[in-house]
């Protein structure tokens, strides 16, 4: 059994769907995003586009809104084409709008966690050099903390309900603020009001600007295989390559204009960005944006509404609405398929998960620096459980070993993927690209997988000490650099434990410089510095780490 080169001759797609299926894309099928966002605006434009809080804007009415905020950061003063946008919203109808209105006033995306705290807010947007954000309201507050630390020059803010229409939108917007007490007092005089730019921007002329796929069109935050968080340089070309690559597996199983997703995962997150508000939108999707997930009953009842033919989620998503008893009588009759990524599929997840919906859940692989999808099961045809899938259209996967040349079937290796939806690098970082893209443009991923000979890839382990919490990304050397920065830590390691819920779980090893420090007063430190999903679950306090020579903490030891 020889070396697999590549996957392309093992890529077995006319297995499946007949020799008319394509197993190459054309990267040059638009010119930007901003053309197939054009397109397939005149295309669906009387159909339902995206909905959220009972409310549902026509694509029609997306292309609207979006030209308007378009228009308006065109009048901005200082705000170029090129300049960086942050945009820090859950999902709400406002997301795509921003999203698709920077796009077209040449602005640069810069997705941003509304959980972030104001340490974490502030090196994504001075690392991106943002001059202008869009935030929620019920996270202003930390935005004011952080701004005079940030070059951002315009500010703006909205809240939950802006995009319903009255009274709607005033009594939520009420509720919000007074009666659940969910927006923090906050201050920025100079912030403008989302509605007052969509109503700046309505009564201004929105002027084309020239962009092309070599563009750059979002700055994708991600830890990388290792270290800190760094900004994945994502062009227009990537994008459209990978919305072209999952239109191809699309095509095979949905109707243009007939489906509705549910829409749970955070669009500030990869997976959710380019499969559901880009592939999706551009197959002419009704897209459901489910703005709070961590609310299963809420889910589940907003489920109950829709006659949905698609999902997307993660393994812990799945496995809480398995949980719920009412999960199991709603109509999912409409159910084709629903997809799974960023965190390993457990076995047993999918299993029932089967035999509950009556239809098929799909594994895949992606990553942040692949835009992101690399490959998935095929919705017809053989799934093969524990892997997944085989590569997209137009990627190429190699197994490597340590010293880069490719393994034989079946053996493990590190997993490194070519294709045109692969990054251009990281921003501002060439000594970090020069670690994970080669010479001749392999993306090494830094996991560890087995390609098969038929062409099924399996991903086996991380190749780091990356630690993955339902589906994000936590970086071990962040952790233990706010745990050190405690006055009475001396050092710290960190590593992740399995969990049945999360699939995995922050652990820190910590050595005490003054003993009277607690678990529980760590904890609550790491809250004010971390995302919640990255604040340590378990604590456990030795008198030393294992170290190597050179004094690096050895986690493998930890663990």
């Known amino acids: 059994m020889g070396p697999v080169k590549a996957v392309v001759g093992a890529r077995p797609w006319h297995q499946w769907y007949g020799k008319d299926m394509a197993v190459e894309i054309n990267p040059n099928a638009y010119e930007s995003i901003n053309e197939v966002i054009d397109v397939t605006c005149r295309k669906f434009a009387e159909l339902p586009c995206f909905s959220n809080f009972g409310h549902t804007m026509t694509f029609k009415e997306m292309d609207t809104a979006s030209r308007a905020f378009a228009a308006f950061l065109q009048s901005v003063p200082g705000l170029e084409e090129g300049d960086r946008i942050a945009i820090q919203l859950p999902n709400l109808l406002q997301f795509p709008i921003a999203a698709f209105g920077a796009l077209r006033a040449g602005l640069i995306v810069v997705n941003t966690n509304p959980l972030y705290t104001p340490r974490e807010m502030a090196h994504q947007f001075n690392d991106a050099g943002v001059k202008a954000v869009l935030i929620c309201a019920n996270f202003a507050k930390n935005l004011e903390e952080v701004l005079p630390q940030t070059k951002i020059e315009t500010v703006i803010v909205t809240e939950l309900a802006d995009m319903l229409p009255f009274p ?126 961590r609310d299963i009953p809420g889910l589940i009842k907003e489920m109950g509404k829709w006659k949905f033919s698609v999902m997307t989620g993660v393994n812990t998503l799945f496995n809480a609405l398995l949980n719920n008893e009412e999960f199991a009588k709603l109509d999912l009759s409409n159910l084709k398929f629903s997809v799974a990524g960023a965190m390993a599929l457990q076995r047993p997840v999918l299993d029932r998960w089967e035999q509950v919906t009556k239809s098929i859940l799909l594994e895949g692989y992606g990553l942040t620096e692949s835009s992101p999808v690399v490959s998935v099961n095929p919705p017809l045809g053989e799934r093969r459980p524990g892997t997944v899938g085989f590569p997209l259209p137009s990627v190429d996967v190699q197994i490597r070993d340590e010293s880069g040349k490719p393994v034989k079937a079946g053996e493990v290796g590190e997993l490194c993927v070519k294709g045109p939806n692969v990054m251009q690098g990281y921003w501002n970082r060439p000594d970090e690209t020069a670690k994970v893209i080669t010479a001749d443009k392999w993306l090494r ?36 650099e706010v745990l050190a920065s405690h006055p009475k830590v001396l050092e710290a390691g960190v590593v992740g434990l399995p969990d049945g819920h999360s699939g995995e779980v922050v652990k820190a090893f910590v050595v005490a410089r003054d003993k009277s420090v607690t678990k529980e007063e760590l904890i609550e430190f790491a809250r004010k510095n971390l995302t919640n999903y990255k604040v340590p679950r378990q604590i456990e306090f030795r008198d030393s780490l294992p170290k190597t020579a050179v004094g690096k903490i050895l986690r493998r030891e930890l663990r």
Not at 185 to 208: E, H, M, N, Q, T
Request: aromatic share 8%; proline share 4%; with cysteine.
């Open 168 to 293: 709607k939108r005033t009594i939520m917007n009420f509720a919000v603020k007074h009666l659940k007490k969910m927006v923090p007092a906050y201050r920025l005089p100079k912030a403008i009001s989302f509605r007052d730019a969509l109503k700046k921007g309505s009564a201004l002329s929105y002027k084309k600007v020239e962009v092309n796929l070599d563009t750059v069109a979002f700055l994708q935050y991600t830890g990388g295989t290792t270290g800190v968080s760094k900004g994945a340089i994502l062009t227009h070309g990537n994008i459209v390559a990978n919305m072209e690559q999952v239109g191809l597996v699309l095509n095979t199983c949905l109707t243009e204009g007939k489906e509705i997703c549910i829409t749970p995962l955070p669009m500030y997150h990869i997976f959710s960005l380019t499969v559901n508000s880009l592939a999706f939108f551009k197959y002419g999707t009704h897209n459901v944006l489910i703005t709070n997930p």
């Open 445 to 480: 991923t830094g996991d560890m997988g087995i390609l098969t000979e038929d062409g099924y890839l399996k991903i086996v382990d991380r190749q780091k000490d990356m630690i993955t919490v339902s589906g994000f990304k936590v970086y071990p050397n962040e952790v233990e």
